[in-house]
């Protein structure tokens, strides 16, 4: 079964600095990809998604991913982080090999910005 | 920007006692989802529900849990009997199509079983 490993629950960065957020998804075939970002009290809202064509992705709030087939990977990052950035992220992936729809989730990391 | 509405926004239910939660999708949307998140725990898929029928659910979403489209707006999650592990935060979410196409997702209901 498709499964998503998120890793590090907690990512404490300063304000400025680089955020990488880690994924990794199992199946041999590539499946789809998002990142959600949910702010304490609200619904999951996407980020941004992967699904076929260019492997690195923009989306909102200067956030942007790159699928790497070859390590099974869909990290984000956002070259410098700013406060409104502290969140929880989640990486979810959907299996384009058969007729599942379903988001499956990853753990999800909470960042964390210092001033 | 169209969003997924759910109500209410938290719901106190007295254990075994039925209870409903509420969602209308983005107006141009076909698919339809809930999920759910126990405290501290993974988002978790529950049902997928397509052209006025379930297309998929997940081994959670036993007897106890139906869902309905009773017009042609509203999206309905109802929990016949409910156990203290029900207790979660129930999220809808809608999308244009299947697969590729992003999910869309509520505020969530946040459900307290007594």
């Known amino acids: 079964a498709q499964s998503v490993t998120q890793l590090g629950s907690h990512v404490s960065v300063s304000e400025g600095a680089l955020v990488l957020l880690r994924c990794n998804y199992s199946s041999s075939v590539p499946p789809y990809l998002f990142w959600y970002v949910q702010y304490p009290n609200q619904g999951l809202q996407l980020l941004l998604k992967y699904t076929t064509g260019a492997t690195l992705v923009k989306g909102i709030n200067g956030f942007e991913a790159e699928f790497k087939k070859s390590e099974t990977s869909f990290h984000l990052t956002k070259p410098s982080a700013h406060m409104s950035d502290a969140a929880e992220y989640f990486c979810a992936v959907s299996d384009r090999t058969d007729s599942s729809y379903k988001l499956i989730f990853g753990s999800g990391t909470r960042l964390l910005v210092r001033p | 920007e169209p969003e997924v509405t759910q109500t209410p926004s938290h719901q106190v239910t007295q254990m075994g006692q039925e209870v409903i939660l509420r969602c209308v999708p983005i107006s141009n949307h076909l698919y339809f989802y809930w999920y759910r998140q126990i405290l501290g725990q993974k988002v978790e898929f529950l049902v997928s529900?397509?052209?006025?029928?379930?297309?998929?659910k997940s081994e959670i979403f036993d007897d106890q849990f139906s869902v309905e489209r009773p017009d042609g707006s509203n999206f309905t999650l109802k929990i016949r009997s409910t156990k203290l592990e029900d207790s979660a935060m129930y999220f809808c979410?809608?999308?244009?199509?299947?697969?590729?196409?992003?999910?869309?997702f509520g505020d969530g209901t946040r459900l307290s079983i007594l």
């Open positions: 979410a809608s999308s244009e199509g299947a697969g590729y196409q992003p999910q869309h």
């Open positions: 529900f397509y052209n006025n029928e379930i297309s998929e």
